[in-house]
């Protein structure tokens, strides 16, 4: 296998930086925190996967940063705290076929996953008559089956272990479906169902599932963004800047993580209480949202 590793391999084993965790001392406070954790962040060059990137390794986790763009990872890696005990490795969530072995070899060199954060996925604006069926098959394939084959292929070695946590960063857009977010909403959608199954299944074997729904984060999620025909919006769409900060959404993802909540909304006024109402009053949410076109 020919797997990307980060350029500072030959400087110290992964297994043996990673592994380090196991002898490292302990106290009940850092037992709190993500203290010598090793995290595995897909979709971290950019956005919240690398505000977390950020945010998780000021806390003293040992991340592996995964993500299509090599070059943006390394950059990354050597701006976090402590870069040489982080790891990058390519990965496209496009070829899930090709993922789990590729992902199990990596485990077999560095050692267990305590913490798995799905945050990779792809956006869309497009209408549902404007839209190629390849696009909407293009999204589901990213943002739904790349994130069960990268959980099918961790999830393993912690029910062995019987311990981990997987973390997914859903959205509210899986909660509420809005104007020309139809397969986006649709990935989204799956993913929940999805992880309320896999926690009913798994939590026995001490394995906690997790998801994070965001609103509006001030990302340039956008740019990347498909359109009905499959190209990338580009400059067409800017940052969402009426949204929250990737850091502050970042910080609020540890916290779901350190208080093990099933299940959390991020973001303010109406975005957090949107899943709520929806729930209550599916009509009156329902007439909202034939109003609101967003960008």
Known sequence: MNTPVSSTAKESSPRLRLAHRCSAPTSPAKNL???????????????????????LAAQ????????????????LRTELI??????????????PEA?????????????????????????????VLETQLAVDRRIMEINFFGT???TKAILPSMVARGAGQIMTVGSVA?????QTRSSYSASKHALNGYMDSLRAEV???????QLACPGWVNTDIGKGALDGDGNALADKVGTID???????CAQDIATALLMHRDETIIGRGWVRMAPALKRIFPSLVNRIMRRKVYR
């Open 174 to 178: 899986g909660k509420i479906g809005s």
């Open 82 to 95: 402590n870069s040489l005990q982080h790891q990058v490795f390519q990965l496209d969530l496009e070829q």
């Open 242 to 248: 009426f949204g929250i900060s990737a850091e502050d």
């Open 99 to 127: 993922l789990y072995t590729r992902v199990q070899n990596a485990i077999s060199d560095w050692g267990p996953i305590d913490i798995l954060i799905n945050n990779a996925g792809i956006a869309q604006r497009s209408r």
């Open 203 to 209: 939590w026995h074997n001490g394995v906690h599932v």
């Open 148 to 150: 069960v084959a990268m």
């Open 33 to 55: 925190t993500f203290y010598n954790k090793v995290i595995w962040i897909t979709g971290a060059s950019s956005g919240i996967g690398s505000a977390l990137a950020r945010h």
């Open 60 to 75: 003293g986790a040992r991340l592996i940063l995964s993500s299509r763009r090599i070059e943006k990872l390394e950059q």
